[in-house]
């Protein structure tokens, strides 16, 4: 071997070297960011229920400073086991971890009697729950009563507009936190927005509907900022607002509750598809359902006849 092979050879190492030094640093930087947007934080609250079927437990928690109000949640644990032993009116501290898209419990543990816990927070609606007006309850088939609302642009909206499109109606308010709530709902919406539009030979005839049930805060101009985080398009999703009378008989109607606990709100979760016909075809309660399931049942709906 002669001395110019010796020392491109040696360059060719030192070179191979970087380069898989590089490769090594690139792929150990690339869990960092998931860690960054964690957030931790420790509580105490009265079990109200427990799930362990559905790895969930239903817990009236304290204040999180900068964070929620004081409020009765239905939160998931990552493992059932976190939940033996528990009863309701068990007090408990736990941690409360929330991520960007998700959220959970654990660590949770019993707290002796005294043990300087806030008094439970309301579990379900109080005593001076505001029931506007009478409402029947709706179930699959039934005929979709009209509403009237208004929407992100200031503009008036009744769902008789809709009639001969599938509509997709949610409830959320725009200062939920909570990621698996509020906000799964909007997330999960914008993905069924984007895959029924990506649809080959789909259907034209479907529209997206976001009503709030805070309409003292929820303004449509508050609506039109919140919209813009999910680029999307007014022709397939409206974010609308309305009266409190009207926003509570259709939520009533579905089984959705809400209420104020302090200065935040309490609620569960509902997700109503209604067809072409104006028929309600398909109730979905708390926040589990799927993008493509949503999907296909709005394709399905769209092609309903009278």
């Known amino acids: 071997m002669t001395w110019h092979q010796l020392v491109l050879n040696f360059f060719l190492a030192v070179l191979l070297g970087a380069v898989t030094l590089a490769c090594k640093d690139t792929t150990k930087g690339a869990s960092a960011p998931g860690a960054t947007n964690q957030q931790i934080f420790q509580v105490k609250g009265v079990v109200k229920e427990v799930e362990p079927a559905r790895k969930k437990v239903k817990i009236a928690h304290e204040e999180i400073p900068g964070y929620m109000e004081a409020m009765t949640m239905l939160l998931d644990v990552k ?17 409360m971890i929330v991520t960007d898209d998700d959220g959970w419990v654990d660590q949770i543990k019993k707290l002796g009697a005294t043990s300087g816990v806030v008094a439970p927070v309301v579990s379900s609606a109080p005593d001076n729950f505001r029931r506007v007006r009478e409402v029947e309850p709706l179930k699959v088939g ?3 009563p009209d509403y009237r609302f208004t929407n992100q642009l200031g503009q008036a909206v009744s769902l008789r507009d809709f009639k001969g499109q599938a509509l997709a109606f949610t409830f959320i308010f725009t200062r939920c936190p909570f990621p698996t709530f509020c906000p799964r709902m909007s997330s999960n919406f914008a993905d069924a927005h984007k895959q029924l539009q990506a649809l080959t030979n789909g259907p034209a005839n479907w529209h997206l509907l976001t009503i709030s049930f805070d309409p003292e805060f929820d303004t449509p101009a508050t609506l039109a900022n919140y919209a813009k985080r999910f680029k999307h398009d007014p022709k397939h999703w409206s974010f609308v607002t309305g009266e409190l009378i009207d926003v509570t008989a259709i939520s009533e109607q579905f089984g959705l509750m809400f209420w104020k606990e302090g200065g935040n709100i309490n609620h569960n979760l509902r997700t109503v598809v209604v067809d072409a016909a104006g028929r309600v075809q398909k109730v979905y309660t ?4 799927k993008v493509d399931d949503l999907v296909s049942e709005m394709v399905k709906a769209a092609a309903a006849k009278p």
């Open 142 to 144: 039934d005929a979709m």
């Open 79 to 95: 493992d059932a086991k976190e939940l033996a032993g528990l009863s309701p009116g068990d007090n408990i501290s736990f941690r």
């Open 286 to 289: 708390e926040n589990e359902w």
